[in-house]
C-alpha cells in the first residue's frame, strides 16, 4: 500500500475528489462543488489536500488559514472525510496530522472546526483520539 497525501489546484483534481467529499457534503452537486471550491480557493485561501492510496484518492480534507480576534492565527478545517469503505484504517487521523503539521510550519497557532450535531463518531474521534477541546457552539441562520 502507497499513501501519498497530494494539493489538489486544478479542476480536473477537484472533479476526481468530489465522489468522496460528496459522501461528506450530499447535499451538492458536482457543479455547485466545483464553483464553491473555485471561488474559496481564489478569495478565501481554501486549499484542498487528498490522501492517494496506490494512486486513488480515499479520503480529503479543505482547510484555509485565517486569523480572529478570538482564535489568533489559525486553521480552520472546512471539510474532512475518508470514504466510506476506508473508515477506521487511520486515515483521517493522517489527514489531519498533515493539517496540524502545515499549519506549524506555517506559523498558525491552533486548529478548528466544526461537525454536525449528528456525528456522534466524529465528535469522538476529534476528541478522544485527535484531543481536541470541544470549546464553543456554532450558530447559523439562513438569509435566503
Known sequence: MNLVMKELKSKNEFIEAFPI???????????????LVLDAQENDHYKMFALLEDNKIIAVTGFKPMITLYYGRFIWVCD???????????????????????????????????SGLQRT???????MKMNYNKVSYVFKKDLL
Open 21 to 35: 467529499m460528496k459522501q461528506l457534503r450530499p447535499h451538492l452537486d458536482e457543479n455547485t462543488y466545483l464553483e
Open 80 to 114: 474532512l472525510v475518508t470514504d466510506t469503505n476506508k473508515r477506521s484504517n487511520g486515515y483521517g487521523e493522517n489527514l489531519l496530522d498533515f493539517v496540524h503539521q502545515w499549519g506549524v510550519q506555517n506559523n498558525y497557532e491552533s486548529i478548528a472546526l466544526s
Open 121 to 127: 463518531d466524529a465528535h469522538r474521534f476529534y476528541e
